[in-house]
């Protein structure tokens, strides 16, 4: 079984996917104008956490903790994108591919 395809890693993955629920509900809350969105927020962030921490019982928290922020980073840009019609520059979309680069080196390293 390859090193991306274990069971820790599947938690750092729907840690990510959580923490960007997270981040599309704190969107939604304006600042936190609208309490339950802003609440629902900060929820998904404790559980996306909660994930991240039985991660790490198995896998480096520098590899671990910069999976998540390059999947969290890569979906909260695209959501970002689809719900809220948020325009990101090309030159934003190539940062992103170089974290995401960096990050798969870093895992196979």
Known sequence: MSQFFTLS????????????????AL?????FSHKRWGTL???????????LAQ???EIDLAVAYASWGAIGILGTAIG??????QKLKPIGWIGIAVVIAAVVVMKTA
Do not use: Q
């Open 27 to 31: 969107t939604r809350s304006n600042g």
């Open 55 to 57: 991660a790490v019982k």
């Open 80 to 85: 970002g994108s689809l719900l809220f019609k």
């Open 9 to 24: 890693f599947g938690f750092v993955v729907l840690a990510a996917f959580v923490d960007i629920l997270a981040n599309m």
């Open 41 to 51: 927020s900060l929820l998904l962030v404790m559980l996306a956490f909660t994930l």
